[in-house]
């Protein structure tokens, strides 16, 4: 079974802090996802990454960064925690190469409160 | 710019009943149409996913239906049950970053089977 993990699954944070949400895949896969989930919105891409180090910006990529130093762990950070990034986080990760039918597994989400 | 459009927004049926969530697109470059289900405090998971040569998927009770011509597919829930009570997204994959393919997601629907 594909596994991903996220480091917490409740967080909360203060204003201007700067937040790290780490992501964790165990099946080698070579495509991660950081989406956040919002009541009426639905699910919104923040960043991905196809490869160590290689990241592209997803839908809503303002106010966050992302690291991918090595192939299994995705990190989101925001730099300076503000009240309008409150949200639940989703991880999700596929295995890639080019497969257009390629399954997003995701974690159980970190619940951000950030006051 | 909302490219996945989901409705409704939340929907109660009766045990036993048929349930429908429908989904239309504009952008005619998607390529894939996965259906995710998100039971409360789990992450999303694949139910079901239909490619676009294609005009109806079965998979148990869960039926997908796509109109090529009119850029609309739905779910259908046969003998709906209480366990399927649970938050619905459909998606449409599309290619980016070379090779690699991201979704683009509904707003979600919320559904409830009464017993």
């Known amino acids: 079974d594909v596994k991903v993990t996220q480091s917490s699954r409740y967080l909360v944070k203060r204003t201007g802090e700067k937040v790290f949400l780490e992501c964790v895949q165990d099946?080698?896969?070579?495509?991660m996802f950081w989406y956040r989930q919002d009541p009426g919105l639905g699910l919104r891409l923040i960043y991905f990454?196809?490869?160590?180090?290689?990241?592209e910006k997803g839908d809503i990529p303002e106010g966050y960064s992302v690291s991918r130093e090595k192939k299994e762990r995705f990190s989101l950070i925001l730099e300076s925690a503000s009240t309008n990034q409150t949200s639940m986080y989703l991880c999700?990760?596929?295995?890639?190469?080019?497969?257009?039918?390629?399954?997003?597994?995701f974690g159980p989400g970190t619940r951000l409160t950030v006051l | 710019q909302q490219q996945v459009k989901q409705s409704p927004q939340s929907l109660i049926v009766q045990k036993g009943g048929i349930s429908i969530i429908n989904c239309a697109y504009e952008?005619?470059?998607?390529?894939?149409f996965p259906w995710y289900q998100q039971f409360p405090g789990k992450g999303p998971a694949l139910l079901i996913a239909?490619?676009?040569?294609?005009s109806e998927k079965k998979e148990g009770r869960f039926t997908i239906s796509f109109n090529k011509s009119a850029k609309q597919f739905s779910l259908h829930i046969m003998d709906s049950q209480p366990g399927d009570s649970a938050t619905y997204f459909c998606?449409?994959?599309?290619?980016?970053?070379?090779?690699?393919?991201?979704?683009?997601f509904g707003k979600g629907t919320l559904l409830t089977v009464n017993p």
């Open positions: 099946m080698d896969h070579e495509n």
């Open positions: 998606a449409a994959s599309l290619r980016s970053g070379g090779s690699n393919y991201k979704l683009t």
């Open positions: 952008n005619t470059a998607f390529d894939y």
């Open positions: 990454s196809y490869d160590v180090k290689m990241k």
């Open positions: 999700a990760s596929t295995v890639g190469g080019g497969v257009y039918t390629d399954t997003q597994y």
């Open positions: 239909i490619r676009p040569d294609v």
